[in-house]
């Protein structure tokens, strides 16, 4: 790992590094890179190839200005703090910043720094998230700095939502280098009862982002589901589109190589990786969106045929934009009868096998009923998956996949079916919504689970 020195602005490379304090940020036109920011270290009469005027070009772009107050941060923060701050940031001597800390130039170098990105902010002593973009001067009205962090353009990049999710400890700076909020999620800090922020600007972070404060302000959201995180990063941007899904890959705890120029095969890599590792089967549970770019403008909102669709996988993740409230477990969903305590959709949602990646497509083993709405006459293969959606009025909706229907197409969709009667697992009525190529919407109440097989299932990628 490549890290700068606050005192002496030059680099040293750690196999295990050092205390460090590390820089989130919104990247700019003018940044500079590895070997610029080497040229600078260099005494004047040993430059080849340039003059002091072009060194001094460096030296005035504003990714270079940004790497000096960034060391001068380090250097001074700590001085004018609380106790732990000054316990935390004492002995720092090093900061790590992505411009110019990871020598681009190296493929195998660009792609160790990507895959250990989670890790490295996650283990820095702090990260300091700069708004370039948010100016001070609100003191204490909550509401401009609401309005001032709603604009900035560091809540909608892709790279940003790890590095707002991994780190044990932020604090949060104006285009100034002001600090203006700390967010400390380290055992000491919820030891004695405090947050380390205010409930106020936690609350602010999860209105903008769409995560619950829960995991703003605590560690642990690989114990939330698969499509509760992709959701963090629907509406996420990035310059390239394979960074929407290397960004990513932290936050699910996989690694895969990086393949620039493969655009959104990179997102179908990652969700393979994903399946290969966990059995958590609401990476299924997406819905489309058909907005913007992903659908047709022609598109038949009832029979979506129209839009681009092709296989079981997600395209990005803004299929996931819906899914925030998808659930994985059964564990804590069970009833009583006679003393026996039974998982209610258990028997629904067998499975001998997880599901895998084959050559033929994603390997599931499980119960596929057959369905038919009473109204419209339209029957339906269901393979019932192991996560349900809990509505904001405590509902909760196990999630399906649409298998087959009688428009003679394979279909995949979402269909919430609603926990009924527990003394049968036959002629019981879901309430469903169903919207991917299909003739029409079921109504709720009006599909009826007929009998089942147990199936092994391809599905295609």
Known sequence: ??????????????????????????????????????????????????????????????????????????????????????????????????????????????????NSMWTWYKESEMCCVYLADVAGGWTDDVESLRRSLEASSWFTRSWTLQELLAPVGLVFCDRDWNTFETLDRSSESRSDGALGTSMEFSQILSDITGISTTHIISPGVHRSSVAERMSWAAKRRATREEDKAYSLMGLFDVNMPLLYGEGRKAFRRLQCEIINQSEDESIFAWQDTCMGSLANENCDLLTHQ??????????SPEDFLNSADTVRSFAKRVYEDDNDVLSEWSKIT?????????????????????????????????????????????????????????SEVTVRSDVRATKTDRDTYTERPLACIVGVKLAAWIEDGSLILGDFQDLQIYLGL
């Open 350 to 406: 067998h499975r001998s096998a997880p599901s895998r990646i084959t050559s033929r497509g994603i390997l599931i083993t499980g119960r596929v009923y057959r369905a038919h709405d009473i109204k419209t006459g339209i029957r339906l293969l269901l393979l019932p998956l192991r996560c349900f959606t809990v509505d904001p009025k405590g509902g909760e909706h196990l999630s399906c996949l649409v298998i087959d229907s009688d």
């Open 1 to 114: 790992m490549r890290l700068i020195n606050v005192k002496t602005l030059g680099f040293g490379e750690f196999f295990e590094p050092p205390r460090y304090v590390i820089l989130s940020h919104r990247w700019q036109a003018d940044e500079v890179s590895y070997e610029e920011y080497t040229l600078t270290l260099r005494p004047a009469d040993m430059l080849t190839g340039w003059d002091d005027h072009q060194v001094n070009l460096i030296r005035q772009k504003s990714g270079y200005q940004k790497v000096i107050h960034f060391c001068a941060w380090a250097r001074t923060w700590a001085k004018s703090g609380k106790k732990r701050r000054r316990q935390i940031m004492g002995a720092i001597e090093w900061v790590w910043i992505d411009t110019c800390c990871i020598d681009k130039r190296s493929s195998s170098e660009l792609s160790e720094a990507i």
């Open 306 to 315: 129209y839009c681009l669709r092709a296989g079981f996988l997600a395209r």
